[in-house]
């Protein structure tokens, strides 16, 4: 089955660090860009991240760009997100996604994985 | 910054109906703009890439159209499960969503 899948996630302090993964299966993970994007409760999308299909192209949103850092292991068809300093508006939903022909619209989404920071 | 706005934010209609959905963006992005669904506890959904392209197993009462600054999504003969939040994205720059327009049937 095509799919990703999100974990990781969880209930973390304020300050604290999290790497969530993205696990993907059924398809050529290596030829495809894949981004990461949340959503607090009630409120809309926000891109935060993605990497090109080697790893060697990273793009940030300028609010988290240095606190946020994606990476990937194509080998084991993964992609991480690594959020430091965590804060209470660090609350949400995070999506990975497949970007369908590069620089393109978002194809394929996981289920997400709740992140909560709260003390 | 490429900042984006949709209009409007929330609308009601009744199945039937053709709804159009608009996303402005501050500067041209060249048709790289996309279009998704959203059901609540669901995650999005592509419809339309590249400002009119339909994506692969969606119904064609989707269409979308636009170029320069300006987008539309159009919603024909509205169908009860088209009720969700529609985003629009522009991926020229560093990617950005719109604000988000809530479709509700009345």
């Known amino acids: 089955e095509v799919e990703l899948v999100e974990s990781g996630g969880g209930l973390v302090q304020p300050g604290g660090s999290l790497r969530l993964s993205c696990a993907a299966s059924g398809f050529d993970f290596g030829n495809y860009w894949i981004h990461w994007v949340r959503q607090a409760p009630g409120k809309g999308l926000v891109w935060l991240a993605r990497?090109?299909?080697?790893?060697?192209?990273?793009d940030y949103v300028d609010h988290v760009r240095g606190r946020f850092t994606i990476s990937r292991d194509n080998a084991q068809k993964t992609v991480y997100l690594h959020i430091d300093s965590l804060r209470a508006e660090d609350t949400a939903l995070y999506y990975c996604?497949?970007?369908?022909?590069?620089?393109?619209?978002?194809?394929?989404w996981g289920r997400g994985t709740q992140v909560t920071v709260s003390s | 910054d490429i900042q984006m706005i949709q209009s409007p934010s929330s609308l009601s209609a009744s199945v039937g109906d053709t709804v159009t959905i608009t996303c402005r963006a501050s500067?041209?992005?060249?048709?790289?703009l996309n279009w998704y669904q959203q059901k609540p506890g669901k995650a999005p959904k592509v419809l339309i890439y590249?400002?009119?392209s339909l994506q692969s197993g969606v119904p064609s009462r989707f269409s979308g159209s636009g170029s320069g600054t300006d987008y539309n999504i159009t919603i024909t003969n509205l169908q009860p499960e088209d009720s969700a939040t529609y985003y629009c994205q522009q991926t020229l720059t560093t990617p950005l969503f719109g604000p988000g327009t809530k479709v509700e049937i009345k």
């Open positions: 996604a497949r970007d369908q022909y590069a620089m393109s619209s978002l194809d394929l």
């Open positions: 500067q041209s992005i060249s048709s790289f």
């Open positions: 590249a400002a009119s």
């Open positions: 990497i090109n299909s080697d790893g060697s192209n990273l």
